[in-house]
T-cell receptor, first 113, second 113 residues
Framework: DAKTTQPPSMDCAEGRAANLPCNHS???????VYWYRQIHSQGPQYIIH???NNETNEMASLIITEDRKSSTLILPHATLRDTAVYYC??????????????FGTGTRLQVTL | DADVTQTPRNRITKTGKRIMLECSQT?????MYWYRQDPGLGLRLIYY???????NKGEISDGYSVSRQAQAKFSLSLESAIPNQTALYFC????????????FGPGTRLTVL
């Protein structure tokens, strides 16, 4: 699976959009980009994933560059409850294989008043 | 009720003791995983199981063993605990298809003195 690079920490004012970048310059054509978050030692929580196209769900938007070497997770209106460590994960998805996730150290997002 | 439960939630034990961490799920998922997390680090995969008859080692399986007693139960054992196994342990589940999200339990905080 391709390695990812994320900034160790970011701050965001409550109500503003939080844009979390992720670099995955060695990504290959069949690797997906996943985002999870972990709130204060709780179990990680799935946010969103994508392959090529931008994706949006009720939690966030995922913007993947055309060359797929980087992506950005967008929380449109950050709240204090979004304070967490955000993990960007890249992995191959093949039928019949394990859904293994390799977590790096992530980005610690601090949402402030 | 939680879909993925872990017992115990906290455990303190001594070096050399045998410890079992248990995970149960009501999601009906085939796949189950054990991860550990050390302070300031991401999660690392210990073992994973596609179904009751399938057990696979992850990246850090040494010193651990697992048992998949039923589709809904996946136990992690430390045969002879050592201090560097002090960590936060997470169980996770996912459906059969590789692109599906993983659902994590609340974690077990294990301290080995």
């Amino acid at each position: 699976d391709a390695k990812t690079t994320q900034p160790p920490s970011m701050d965001c004012a409550e109500g503003r959009a939080a844009n979390l970048p992720c670099n995955h310059s060695t990504i290959s054509g069949n690797e997906y980009v996943y985002w999870y978050r972990q709130i204060h030692s709780q179990g990680p929580q799935y946010i969103i994933h994508g392959l090529k196209n931008n994706e949006t769900n009720e939690m966030a938007s995922l913007i993947i560059t055309e060359d797929r070497k980087s992506s950005t997770l967008i929380l449109p209106h950050a709240t204090l409850r979004d304070t967490a460590v955000y993990y960007c994960i890249v992995r191959v998805v093949l039928p019949g294989t394990a859904s293994k996730l390799t977590f790096g150290t992530g980005t610690r997002l601090q949402v402030t008043l | 009720d939680a879909d993925v439960t872990q017992t115990p939630r906290n455990r303190i034990t001594k070096t050399g003791k045998r410890i079992m961490l248990e995970c149960s799920q009501t999601k009906g998922h085939d796949r189950m995983y054990w991860y550990r997390q050390d302070p300031g680090l991401g999660l690392r995969l210990i073992y994973y199981s596609f179904d009751v008859k399938d057990i696979n080692k992850g990246e850090i399986s040494d010193g651990y063993s697992v048992s998949r007693q039923a589709q809904a139960k996946f136990s992690l054992s430390l045969e002879s605990a050592i201090p560097n196994q002090t960590a936060l342990y997470f169980c996770a589940t996912s459906r059969g298809h590789g692109y599906n999200e993983q659902f994590f339990g609340p974690g077990t905080r294990l301290t080995v003195l």
